[in-house]
């Protein structure tokens, strides 16, 4: 198990535009390019979503649990997939035409060693981050 705690990047939009982007689970699929999406409601603020996402050319079906507590943030939990067991929290910060997101949470994987875990996490979260920060910037300039 790592622990990480990546704080300092900010989205090129408003608050209410990123809830907005978080609460549109299909935009989400669109954005991560993930087949066989699918979402179901567990309660006002928790859902499950499942998808197979491409890793290194081979789809691995994937799931999670997340609950939203806006406009604080979200708790995720990793329930299948490469890092099965992971939880960890996405927190938004308002910085007027920005936000700001910081992400804490113990990432496990009984399918990626020890030793490559802690870049293989650091490295979903950059190519998460990268493809939401610009799916979030053309929904603010549609705004």
């Known amino acids: 198990m790592v ?3 990546d704080e300092g990047s900010t989205f090129d939009a408003p608050i209410e ?3 907005k982007y978080l609460q549109a689970p299909e935009e989400h699929t669109r954005t991560h390019k993930n087949r066989n999406f699918k979402s179901k409601s567990n309660s006002e603020n928790v859902m499950e979503l499942s998808w197979e996402g491409n890793m290194g050319g081979t789809w691995v079906p994937m799931r999670m649990r997340i609950t939203a507590l806006p406009p604080v943030g979200v708790a995720i939990e990793m329930l299948e997939g490469p890092m099965g067991g ?3 929290f996405n927190i938004y910060t308002p910085m007027g035409d920005k936000t700001g997101i910081t ?7 009984k399918m990626i060693p020890p030793a490559q875990l802690e870049p293989s996490v650091r490295g979903f979260l950059e190519q998460v981050y990268t493809e939401d920060a610009a799916a979030i910037k053309a929904m603010a300039s549609k705004k």
Do not use: C
């Not at 992400?103 to 994987?109: A, H, K, L």
């Open 103 to 109: 992400v804490i949470g113990d990432f496990t994987s």
């Open 86 to 88: 992971s939880k960890f």
């Open 17 to 19: 535009v990123v809830w």
């Open 3 to 5: 622990h990480i705690k």
